[in-house]
């Protein structure tokens, strides 16, 4: 089945310690996006790349970078993590039409849940 | 700018009881409406869309028409099961002010339903 890959589903770093979280899709999809989200709140957006133009949301702490070397992945580097890093972080994606009119369903994949010691 | 409103949760209804969880929204244009549902520890799932006015999303027993004169898109299940507990997002992409490709959530509403 064509989906949203996360890898790890948990990550445990240390406090200012670089970390680094994936994404793969089977979706061919040129839309990617990072959220972050804390205890079942709303997802907040960090960033999101159409095709390789990324688009940095202005609030988005410059301690949070990505990379998307090709349609397929996309990563989130966490540079210094600090406690109030730790959070699930959400990859997305989305096609840029819909077959069926109107905007196209973002896909979620399964978080990686980060813990930060 | 765009914007979507819930109704505050947590919900808490007994098993076959009547769902309504509502949403309206603020937007320019013509936006896509969604419902995603969140199971503790996973990703956001799609549970329907809509993508213009009158239309009705449904899947699982669960419903929500566009209303674009009320600028609602409330979520309606006939009779919950257990299973239903989870935290409900409504959300709309394509408005003007959003940005081609954003989609913007509103802050959740937690359904607990009890056998």
């Known amino acids: 089945d064509a989906m949203v890959i996360q890898n790890p589903r948990y990550q445990v770093t240390q406090f200012g310690k670089p970390v680094t979280l994936s994404c793969s899709q089977t979706?061919?999809?040129?839309?990617m996006y990072w959220y972050q989200q804390k205890s079942s709140q709303a997802p907040k957006l960090l960033f999101h790349y159409y095709d390789k133009d990324f688009n940095n949301e202005a609030d988005t702490p410059d301690n949070f970078q990505s990379r998307r070397p090709n349609t397929s992945f996309c990563f989130l580097d966490i540079r210094s993590p600090g406690l109030g890093d730790a959070a699930m972080y959400l990859c997305?994606?989305?096609?840029?039409?819909?077959?069926?009119?109107?905007?196209?369903?973002?896909?979620f994949g399964p978080g990686t849940r980060l813990l930060v010691l | 700018g765009d914007s979507v409103t819930q109704m505050e949760g947590p919900v808490t209804l007994s098993e076959e009881a009547f769902l309504t969880i509502n949403c309206t929204y603020t937007a320019t244009g013509y936006p896509s409406l969604f419902w995603y549902v969140q199971y503790p520890g996973e990703g956001l799932q799609l549970l329907l869309k809509?993508?213009?006015?009158?239309d009705k999303g449904s899947n699982k027993g669960f419903e929500a028409t566009y209303r674009k004169e009320t600028t609602s898109f409330h979520l309606e299940k006939g009779s919950v099961q257990v299973s239903d507990s989870a935290v409900y997002f409504c959300a709309l992409s394509g408005g003007v002010d959003s940005g081609t490709y954003k989609y913007i959530f509103g802050t959740g509403t937690r359904l607990k339903v009890l056998a």
């Open positions: 979706l061919n999809h040129n839309v």
């Open positions: 809509a993508t213009k006015a009158d």
């Open positions: 997305a994606t989305s096609s840029r039409y819909s077959s069926t009119g109107g905007r196209e369903t973002q896909y």
